[in-house]
């Protein structure tokens, strides 16, 4: 708790407060003294115990469950002798996949490395990783049972179990010239993008969360372009109210001090379930209840994200951006509720504004006929999530990875028709995907007729220099 703030604090608040209550303990306990083994007797009552919160006709309760699925782990952990996950800081995480959650729980301040045996380049924990400049490896296999040291290279996607010294000085070496080359592109850092032929790309970032912009320097860059919303929601924490977000929202743009600050509304389901929100069993996630669907189904909680978001919107210059629409209508829709937020709003006397509202382009049933959207204030295309549909290849399934690739014809095709589309109809076209932020994918994107792109905090400089090149 001393480590870490806002909710993350209160969850393990909570957690603690759980623990010291006896009432938890005590089926435990009893059962342990008829002869019981202790993990076998502590499991039994948890089990017992998150089953009744997951009934729970509340949304608060069920949420709970999540806390005490995590404080059953972390006690068994104990029992069976294991260090907690996380524990120690500076190592390299080994496992088969990450959770975002426990990604954001990790303190990387000393440094660290992500290993998968599973896991892909498109999730959400990469996006984060990448953020951060935290090396991540991903799609290893099996592995070795009895590994004591491990030496990630996060450049070339390869690891080296145990090395050698001839190994580790390897590993070194690449590391060294790995700092050259970031020192290098440093002087780009506060300079415009600019191409040689002298053209301009606006170059924004990517945040999903207020202490990442601790340690970014507005000035490096054209603004976001895309706040992930949903990482306020954590799983299992409780739905933060208006007040919070708005709180939440209004450090944004401020920080941006009159640089478009997007924020983007809930972007839930798929691969970033909420508890008490998302739907359970669904088939296929992806394809699921998400995005803009879940919140025009919710509409109480789509509501007092709206209305966060206008307040927020009289601090500076906030655009608000809708996940994962397919149809015109849910545009229209999500408008209407936004205007008769700002109505409600100015109605109670309370300081707001309209935001431009535009869409994602992350969905082919958009990215083939954009001029169904034209009014949408603006475009952002979502290249993880339009990859994935385009080629059927899941983005976090390391055994179709090659399979999901961004550079795939068909997809630049679509983002191509888009940014035409936009420059002919006037309407401002973005890329927020992760594929913005690969110096290898910089021509096809130019080429495509982009002229802005969002992108990882950590990939600002690299980023310049490389368009400086092209
Ligand atoms: C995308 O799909 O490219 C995108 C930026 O959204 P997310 O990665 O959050 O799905
Ligand atoms: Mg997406």
Redesign the pocket.
């Known amino acids: 708790m001393e480590r870490v703030e806002g909710e993350a604090r209160d969850i393990l608040g909570f957690q603690l407060a759980m623990l010291e209550d006896d009432a938890l303990a005590a089926p435990a306990i009893s059962a342990i003294a008829g002869g019981t083994a202790a993990h076998v007797a502590w499991a039994g009552a948890l089990d017992g115990e998150i089953a009744g919160y997951e009934a729970s006709d509340d949304d608060y309760f069920r949420a709970r469950a999540a806390d005490l699925h995590d404080i059953r782990d972390r006690v068994l952990r104990h029992l069976a002798g294991e260090e907690d996950a996380g524990a120690t800081t500076g190592s390299v995480l080994l496992g088969d996949d990450i959770a975002p959650t426990a990604f954001l729980e990790t303190d990387w301040s000393a440094g660290g490395a992500i290993a998968l045996q599973q896991g892909s380049t498109t999730s959400?924990v990469a996006?984060l990783a990448r953020a951060r400049g935290i090396p991540m490896v991903v799609g290893l296999g099996e592995l070795p049972s009895a590994i004591t040291t491990l030496a990630v290279d996060g450049s070339s996607g390869t690891v080296q179990a145990d090395p050698d010294a001839e190994q580790r000085k390897h590993f070194d070496a690449a590391r060294e010239s790995h700092a050259r080359a970031r020192a290098s592109e440093e002087q780009f850092r506060f300079r415009p993008a600019t191409r040689r032929t002298g053209t301009r790309i606006d170059i924004l970032i990517n945040v999903a969360g207020i202490a990442e912009l601790d340690h970014i320097d507005p000035a490096a860059c054209d603004g976001i372009g895309?706040m992930?919303s949903e990482f306020l929601f954590r799983d299992g924490a409780p739905l933060p109210d208006e007040e919070t977000q708005y709180r939440a929202y209004r450090r944004f743009v401020t920080w941006g001090a009159g640089k478009p600050v997007t924020i983007r509304t809930l972007?839930i389901g798929g691969d970033k379930p909420v508890r008490g929100l998302t739907p359970d069993g669904e088939a296929n996630p992806f394809l699921g209840l998400r995005g803009v669907r879940l919140t025009l189904a919710r509409d109480d909680v789509f509501r007092t994200q709206l209305r966060a978001l206008a307040r927020a919107a009289v601090h500076g210059n906030l655009k608000v951006m809708v996940?994962m629409v397919t149809v015109p209508d849910e545009l229209a829709r999500s408008a209407a509720l936004l205007d008769a937020c700002v109505a409600e709003l100015t109605a109670q006397g309370i300081a707001c504004a309209r935001p431009p509202l535009g869409i994602?382009v992350?969905v082919p049933a958009v990215a083939v006929v954009p001029e169904l959207f034209d009014a949408a204030a603006f475009f952002s295309i979502?290249?993880?999530?339009?990859t994935q549909y385009v080629t059927a290849s899941s983005r976090d399934d390391a055994r179709v990875a090659a399979l999901n690739d961004p550079s795939h014809p068909a997809v630049l095709a679509l983002i191509t028709k888009v940014a035409k589309h936009g420059r002919e109809a006037g309407i401002p076209v973005s890329l927020?995907?992760d594929m913005a932020s690969e110096p290898r994918h910089l021509a096809a994107l130019l080429e495509a007729g982009l002229t802005s792109l969002s992108v990882a905090p950590a990939r600002i400089a690299r980023l310049k220099a490389a368009i400086a090149e092209l």
């Not at 979502?382 to 339009?386: E, F, Q, V, W």
């Open positions: 959400h996006m895309l992930r972007d996940p994602m992350e979502g290249s993880n999530d339009l927020c995907g």
